[in-house]
């Protein structure tokens, strides 16, 4: 199972980046960010690629592997 490693859209939020601006500027669309709020992470490789970039960090930074039975 793969979960968040870290509250992203908090993180995004210290970064500067409210969902507003997120969602004005096309940078995560409103799917996406409830995906995030609702710690769903079936997110595309894009949107992971996104976050990582405006985080400044490495994927796994943002999400970890937790094996399960």
Do not use: H
């Amino acid at each position: 199972m793969i979960i968040f490693k870290i509250d992203i859209l908090k993180a995004l939020k210290e970064n500067g980046y409210n969902t507003t601006y997120l969602r004005k500027n096309k940078i995560l669309s409103e799917s996406t960010i409830q995906k995030i709020r609702n710690k769903d992470t079936s997110l595309t490789l894009k949107n992971l690629d996104v976050i990582c970039s405006m985080l400044e960090m490495q994927p796994g930074d943002v999400v970890e592997f937790i094996k399960t039975e």
